[in-house]
């Protein structure tokens, strides 16, 4: 079962998407990854979701990717005296540490004290996802004096943002912690990391996982972008986590952050999603606004490897339709010629290895002689990767002897992926391209094939040989 397209898509799974049936029929719309909410639900629920997308997998013969998706730290106010107040803008608000009392208009304690230490006069504070604006005044470790700016209804356990500091916490919560040992013991293929601030966040999630899983960093920190570059070579894949990057980055900036993420991932040859609010009406509308079909359509036209379904599928009224019409829409995109200028024109600078200059050749070779596909063989995923990088106008099969290598390349832009056996020598892996290429659909007698691998076979990302095929 293959998709005519090459961009992904990654599915939440939710309420309105629990049953077996709901995620087959996700699937059969166009679902490629599924992304498993560890914010919501509980673990007999994941397991369950889990368990449905693997008996999927085994029905339809095609490698599925699930990504779970940590909470990360939340830093909220506590509880209201009669469970909201309303601040007004210009009086003064103070959040301190005594959790004993009830807040009032005045004063509310937080989840999290320990913020007050890195914040400063002048700084800004975020309230309820951005709607309320306070301004730090005073500052101490027990004690933070504000002004309201832009005031509103604030209600018991609303979130706190503090986009100007670095705040003084690991990405990881016990919660999370614990959640990544069920997760890994499941077999995801993927693991979101929330709250991202600087890459020595990513260091410890990289111990705790210890190669069983693909580590994927959210961009969702204004602080984070200053090391975007770092973050980038450090993790295996990037989100661009536009919810809450919007609320502590102006609306106007976010457009041109989103480009500039997708653009370093794809630099490195990382896989890049775009997540959040792409489809958003679709949670009460079968149909999108044009808008949102605009914004589907610009993040495939940057290049993204993948578009992400949040509430949408989640907890919307139509998640199939959601999944088909952005389908729909990244198939008519990468039909567009302006679609195909940009990827012929918008290279990715090179390393300069030989395995980049492989790669780049087989793009190039399989332009000039009209290859049905380029076909690669990898253990990693390594030479996959490399091929997805240049972007060629034609499919990549991705052929590999290991099931979660598979699974981790169903997110990777123009990839299909096959779990195969391994192969013994060069003969071997060129008889089995030709087979799985025509029985995959991919290839007909009389059409050529372009195969990169690294010989010795299992070595990772030796990429050195380069062979065209005939079909027949």
Same mark, same amino acid.
């Given at each position: 079962?293959?998709?005519?397209?090459?961009?992904?898509?990654?599915?939440?799974?939710?309420?309105?998407?629990?049953?077996?049936?709901?995620?087959?029929?996700?699937?059969?719309?166009?679902?490629?990854?599924?992304?498993?909410?560890?914010?919501?639900?509980?673990?007999?629920?994941?397991?369950?979701?889990?368990?449905?997308?693997?008996?999927?997998?085994?029905?339809?013969?095609?490698?599925?990717?699930?990504?779970?998706?940590?909470?990360?730290?939340?830093?909220?106010?506590?509880?209201?005296? %009669?469970?909201?107040?309303?601040?007004?803008?210009?009086?003064?608000? /103070?959040? $301190?540490?005594?959790?004993?009392?009830?807040?009032?208009?005045?004063?509310?304690?937080?989840?999290?004290?320990?913020?007050?230490?890195?914040?400063?006069?002048?700084?800004?504070?975020?309230?309820?996802? @951005?709607?309320?604006?306070?301004?730090?005044?005073?500052?101490?470790?027990?004690?933070?004096?504000?002004?309201?700016?832009?005031?509103?209804?604030?209600?018991?356990?609303?979130?706190?943002?503090?986009?100007?500091?670095?705040?003084?916490?690991?990405?990881?919560?016990?919660?999370?912690?614990?959640?990544?040992?069920?997760?890994? %013991?499941?077999?995801?293929?993927?693991?979101?990391?929330?709250?991202?601030?600087?890459?020595?966040?990513?260091?410890?999630?990289?111990?705790?996982?210890?190669?069983?899983?693909?580590?994927?960093?959210?961009?969702?920190?204004?602080?984070?972008?200053?090391?975007?570059?770092?973050?980038?070579?450090?993790?295996?894949?990037?989100?661009?986590?536009?919810?809450?990057?919007?609320?502590?980055?102006?609306?106007?900036?976010?457009?041109?952050?989103?480009?500039?993420?997708?653009?370093?991932?794809?630099?490195?040859?990382?896989?890049?999603?775009?997540?959040?609010?792409?489809?958003?009406?679709?949670?009460?509308?079968?149909?999108? /606004?044009?808008?949102?079909?605009?914004?589907?359509?610009?993040?495939?036209?940057?290049?993204?490897?993948?578009?992400?379904?949040?509430?949408?599928?989640?907890? @919307?009224?139509?998640?199939?339709?959601?999944?088909?019409?952005? $389908?729909?829409?990244?198939?008519?995109?990468?039909? $567009?010629?302006?679609?195909?200028?940009?990827?012929?024109?918008?290279?990715?600078?090179?390393?300069?290895?030989?395995?980049?200059?492989?790669?780049?050749?087989?793009?190039?070779?399989?332009?000039?002689? @009209?290859?049905?596909?380029?076909?690669?063989?990898?253990?990693?995923?390594?030479?996959?990767?490399?091929?997805?990088?240049?972007?060629?106008?034609?499919?990549?099969?991705?052929?590999?002897?290991?099931?979660?290598?598979?699974?981790?390349?169903?997110?990777?832009?123009?990839?299909?992926?096959?779990?195969?056996?391994?192969?013994?020598?060069?003969?071997?892996?060129?008889?089995?391209?030709? %087979?799985?290429?025509?029985?995959?659909?991919?290839?007909?007698?009389?059409?050529?094939?372009?195969?990169?691998?690294?010989?010795?076979?299992?070595?990772? @990302?030796? /990429?050195?040989?380069?062979?065209?095929?005939?079909? %027949?």
């Amino acid at each position: 079962m293959r998709r005519n397209r090459a961009a992904k898509i990654v599915c939440t799974l939710g309420p309105a998407s629990t049953t077996e049936e709901q995620i087959s029929a996700l699937f059969e719309a166009g679902a490629d990854v599924f992304r498993l909410n560890f914010s919501h639900g509980t673990h007999q629920e994941h397991a369950e979701r889990y368990a449905s997308i693997r008996r999927i997998e085994r029905e339809f013969v095609r490698p599925v990717g699930i990504m779970m998706d940590l909470q990360g730290p939340k830093i909220r106010v506590d509880t209201f005296q %009669d469970g909201a107040v309303d601040l007004s803008t210009g009086s003064i608000f /103070t959040f $301190d540490c005594h959790v004993q009392q009830a807040g009032t208009v005045d004063r509310v304690s937080i989840s999290n004290p320990e913020v007050y230490a890195v914040l400063e006069p002048g700084m800004e504070l975020l309230l309820d996802d @951005g709607k309320i604006r306070l301004r730090v005044e005073e500052a101490s470790e027990e004690k933070v004096k504000t002004t309201v700016q832009v005031g509103g209804v604030l209600s018991d356990h609303k979130g706190l943002n503090l986009p100007g500091a670095i705040l003084p916490m690991s990405a990881l919560t016990d919660k999370d912690r614990s959640d990544l040992r069920f997760g890994l %013991d499941l077999g995801v293929d993927w693991v979101a990391l929330s709250f991202v601030q600087r890459p020595e966040d990513i260091a410890e999630a990289r111990r705790l996982i210890a190669g069983r899983a693909g580590i994927l960093c959210k961009m969702e920190k204004p602080k984070a972008i200053e090391h975007l570059e770092q973050i980038v070579q450090l993790t295996d894949a990037i989100m661009v986590a536009r919810g809450d990057l919007g609320v502590e980055a102006p609306p106007e900036d976010v457009p041109g952050l989103q480009k500039r993420i997708i653009q370093a991932a794809r630099t490195e040859g990382k896989p890049v999603i775009v997540a959040t609010q792409m489809l958003e009406s679709m949670i009460q509308a079968p149909t999108p /606004t044009r808008a949102e079909a605009s914004d589907v359509a610009t993040a495939v036209f940057d290049g993204a490897d993948a578009v992400m379904l949040s509430a949408e599928t989640a907890a @919307g009224h139509y998640p199939i339709e959601a999944v088909s019409i952005m $389908d729909r829409i990244i198939r008519k995109v990468e039909q $567009d010629p302006n679609y195909n200028l940009l990827m012929n024109t918008d290279r990715r600078q090179q390393s300069g290895s030989d395995a980049d200059a492989i790669t780049a050749a087989a793009r190039q070779v399989a332009q000039s002689v @009209g290859a049905a596909a380029i076909v690669t063989f990898s253990t990693t995923g390594s030479t996959t990767l490399r091929a997805s990088r240049v972007r060629p106008a034609v499919p990549i099969m991705g052929l590999t002897p290991k099931l979660e290598t598979a699974r981790r390349l169903v997110l990777a832009w123009g990839v299909h992926p096959v779990h195969t056996h391994d192969v013994s020598d060069f003969g071997d892996l060129v008889k089995h391209s030709i %087979d799985i290429a025509t029985r995959e659909e991919f290839a007909v007698p009389g059409q050529r094939l372009v195969v990169t691998a690294g010989v010795p076979f299992g070595t990772p @990302g030796a /990429t050195n040989v380069l062979r065209l095929l005939w079909v %027949d």
